[in-house]
T-cell receptor
Framework: AQRVTQPEKLLSVFKGAPVELKCNYS??????LFWYVQYSRQRLQLLLR??SRESIKGFTADLNKGETSFHLKKPFAQEEDSAMYYC??????????FGKGTRLSVIA | ETGVTQSPTHLIKTRGQQVTLRCSSQ?????VSWYQQALGQGPQFIFQ???????GRGNFPPRFSGLQFPNYSSELNVNALELDDSALYLC??????????????FGPGTRLTVL
């Protein structure tokens, strides 16, 4: 069965500090991994997907198949990064499976 | 380009009642997915519709049903409401199809409270 685990419910960092939001997954095949973000009073939106291999708003995420992880990283946190972050997995014809989310709080 | 819209924004029902939630897809999108997001949880997949046919279903009982219309808008119907059905219901549209993955664009959600 597919499963996405985000071990931290809340992560607080100071502005300018590095950020790493953890995501581990369980899936027997080759998954597609995504990070979604929800800013305050806004709708859920796609931040990045591993197949794009791009950096969005300074965030990057590398799929590590050996560790079954897809951690989200940013070298220098900004206050506007404060939001709810969800890791999600899609395998084959199966639907998106979301983790429970991590709330990132960037302290000025 | 019009984004995904959902109605109503909030709804209060009592146990045993029935509810219909509505979703208008983003312009040009032919696939709609519905999710239930309970408090403190991530969205959980209910089902997906592609060109008016159900195209996958999550672990939800048959009292959760849906429709997609020719204009690709969609409805989620829940019969015999239970207290645990209280949640935020999200609709997401995409331009995709069977087996394809494409970016899903989410609506603002409908907050359902069952008393």
């Amino acid at each position: 069965a597919q499963r996405v685990t985000q071990p931290e419910k809340l992560l607080s960092v100071f502005k300018g500090a590095p950020v790493e939001l953890k995501c581990n997954y369980s899936y027997s095949g080759s998954p597609e991994l995504f990070w979604y973000v929800q800013y305050s009073r806004q709708r859920l939106q796609l931040l990045l997907r591993h197949i794009s291999r791009e950096s969005i708003k300074g965030f990057t995420a590398d799929l590590n198949k050996g560790e079954t992880s897809f951690h989200l990283k940013k070298p220098f946190a900004q206050e506007e990064d404060s939001a709810m972050y969800y890791c999600a997995l899609k395998g084959g014809n199966t639907p998106l499976v979301f983790g429970k989310g991590t709330r990132l709080s960037v302290i000025a | 380009e019009t984004g995904v819209t959902q109605s109503p924004t909030h709804l209060i029902k009592t146990r045993g009642q029935q509810v219909t939630l509505r979703c208008s897809s983003q312009s040009g999108h032919n696939t709609v997915s519905w999710y239930q997001q309970a408090l403190g949880q991530g969205p959980q997949f209910i089902f997906q519709y592609y060109r008016e046919e159900e195209n996958g279903r999550g672990n939800f009982p048959p009292r959760f049903s849906g429709l997609q219309f020719p204009n690709y808008s969609s409805e989620l119907n829940v019969n015999a409401l239970e207290l645990d059905d209280s949640a935020l219901y999200l609709c997401a549209s995409s331009l995709a199809g069977r087996g394809r993955t494409d970016t899903q664009y989410f609506g603002p959600g409908t907050r359902l409270t069952v008393l």
